[in-house]
């Protein structure tokens, strides 16, 4: 069972307000944490999928112990005897089925980093934000068909799914 914290207990033990998707425990300020995003590439780069002004698909969050697991777990069902579908046009590849991955394809990005309590507070409320390691040693691009495999949230899941669906017409 998940015990949440109030702002003020929170803030005390140093834990933040995120939590696992893996385990369902908070995610402590400053440890390693894997920062799960859904989005498109741009010319300005990586930009996560916004829909009315809103983010289509919050943030996930993961103890890196934790993603280590998730990641080890889909790797191992992944079929290994299929060779990955890499359109020519692709740009990037999933870190786990080899999947080709377009410029106009929605996909995931796996960024290593921490969660710190940010300078800014919108609303006069604590706010945080996700400080992402700058040697770029984990940073993995996710296909949506290995990112719906990661997330737990069945709204989520259903979500990608019909991303998915579209993305391969």
Known sequence: MVSYLSVEESVKSKDSYQFC???????????????????????????????????????????????????????????KDTTPFVPAEAILTCAICGYGIRHSDTFGLARLGTLKQSEYSPNGEDAEEFEVRQDDCCTYTLCLCCMDCCVSDDDDEDELKEKEHDSND
């Open 21 to 79: 998707e893996h385990c369902e425990m908070s995610i402590a300020y400053k440890e390693l944490a894997i920062q799960l995003l859904v989005g498109n590439l741009t010319d300005n780069g990586f930009e996560v999928s916004v829909v009315d002004g809103d983010i289509e698909f919050e943030p996930k969050y993961y103890h890196s112990k934790c993603w280590d697991k998730v990641f080890q777990d889909i790797l191992n069902t992944t079929e």
